[in-house]
């Protein structure tokens, strides 16, 4: 344990960067998770509609795959190249299956 007040204080603000960072990674590991089972069982829709988050109405909501990445990118937890990467990794991975 820290005995120096600026490492007590240095071991708070881990603590609070690394739970605000595990909810976002646990948030976009279950959107991706859910994503990559509908591509494996052929169901275009279901993915389409995973990663924009359709409504019955077409309406979008932001909570979708893509909307995640976003929220990722923007609070630094992950690069935007990433972000990017990992995005267009995904609408290949819908094209292909359209393509199929």
């Not at 960067?17 to 829709?45: C, P, Q, W």
């Not at 990445?69 to 990433?82: A, C, F, G």
């Amino acid at each position: 344990m820290p005995i120096i007040a600026s490492a007590k204080k240095a071991l708070r603000q881990n603590k609070t960067k690394n739970a605000r960072n595990t909810h976002f990674k646990k948030m976009y590991t279950e959107s991706r998770v859910a994503f990559e089972k509908a591509i494996k069982a052929g169901d275009l829709k279901a993915a389409k509609a995973l990663y924009v988050n359709q409504t019955e109405g077409g309406s979008t909501s932001k909570s979708g795959l893509q909307s995640v990445i976003d929220k990722l990118v923007k609070k630094n937890i992950i690069h935007p190249n990433n972000g990017s990467r990992k995005k267009s990794k995904f609408v290949r991975m819908m094209k292909n299956l359209e393509q199929a």
